[in-house]
């Protein structure tokens, strides 16, 4: 059985034409029946198996949608189209701090964080002192959110998502909070996740990043797979496109589903 089972998924927004600066403008042009619509569509039609233990990648350009099927998978966006199905505890690195409450401390937005991640008071109280440990913010836990800056508010929503043992973990360019040291500690936590045998999603703007942690890679242009395969034919084939030096393939041209992890080979072999 898959870890994600994600099976002909389509998102479509409906879009006013013009732009409504008010809600009160937006009601008149409504109640007048002079609010006009598009529909984009974020995703079409897509379909992505991960293996228990595959650490797979989602590229593309700005707006190929894919923060859009994070939030899919993850079930914070319902799809238009479709269905998607994870099994076992999902950690979702999306939007980090989302949840927090700036008149709040540090310390009071983990329990509220922990919380909102369906969490007990006490499995927090046990956790708290490692969470501030790892966020290099002892001299600050205490003071409101409010004072923190930007760095400091990633740094805690980070270390608090990630104090968990989950089978599925879902990253959305997250690894780039705080400064170098920061960063690195976020890469090996990651690695160590991987390591575990947990099933890792990254979606990244860089090459490096997923050269290094990912075996596999989607490739999303204009909502839809149009390659899917291991790191070292897509990622150059995304890399060589973004430059200009190559056009993206058609729609689902040249996908090579082999999986090219051993948790993803033995479960193809067995199924």
């Known amino acids: 059985m898959p870890a994600i089972d994600v099976r002909d998924v389509s998102v479509h927004y409906r879009v006013p034409h013009e732009r409504i600066r008010t809600f009160k403008e937006f009601a008149i042009k409504w109640i007048r029946g ?12 897509v379909t992505v198996r991960v293996e228990p233990g595959e650490v797979v990648a989602i590229i593309g350009r700005n707006g190929a949608g894919k923060s859009t099927l994070l939030k899919v998978i993850s079930r914070v966006l319902r799809p238009t189209r479709g269905t998607a199905q994870t099994v076992g505890r999902v950690a979702p690195l999306l939007e980090l701090g989302a949840g927090f409450d700036v008149e709040l401390t540090g310390r009071e937005n983990i329990f509220l964080n922990g919380a909102l991640l369906g969490r007990t008071h006490r499995e927090m109280r046990e956790r708290v002192d490692r969470i501030v440990e790892f966020a290099e913010l002892e001299d600050a836990i205490d003071a409101p959110l409010r004072t923190y800056s930007t760095g400091m508010t990633a740094r805690l929503g980070f270390a608090i998502a990630t104090d968990v043992e989950p089978d599925i973990l879902l ?10 040291g920061f960063q690195e500690k ?14 890792m999603v990254l979606v990244s703007h860089s090459p490096a990043t997923v050269e290094a942690l990912c075996s596999r890679v989607i490739w999303l242009d204009h909502g839809r797979v149009v390659a899917d395969g291991p790191t070292a034919t897509v990622l150059p084939a995304f890399v060589a496109s973004a430059k200009g030096h190559a056009p993206p393939p058609e729609d689902g041209a040249g996908r090579d589903r082999t999986t090219t992890s051993p948790q993803g080979v033995a479960a193809r072999e067995a199924s």
């Open 171 to 180: 990253i959305d360019e997250v690894l780039a909070v705080g400064d170098l």
């Open 186 to 199: 976020c890469h090996e936590r990651v690695s160590a996740f991987r390591n575990q045998g947990a099933t």
């Open 34 to 45: 002079r609010v006009e619509y598009h529909t984009v569509r974020a995703l079409s039609d």
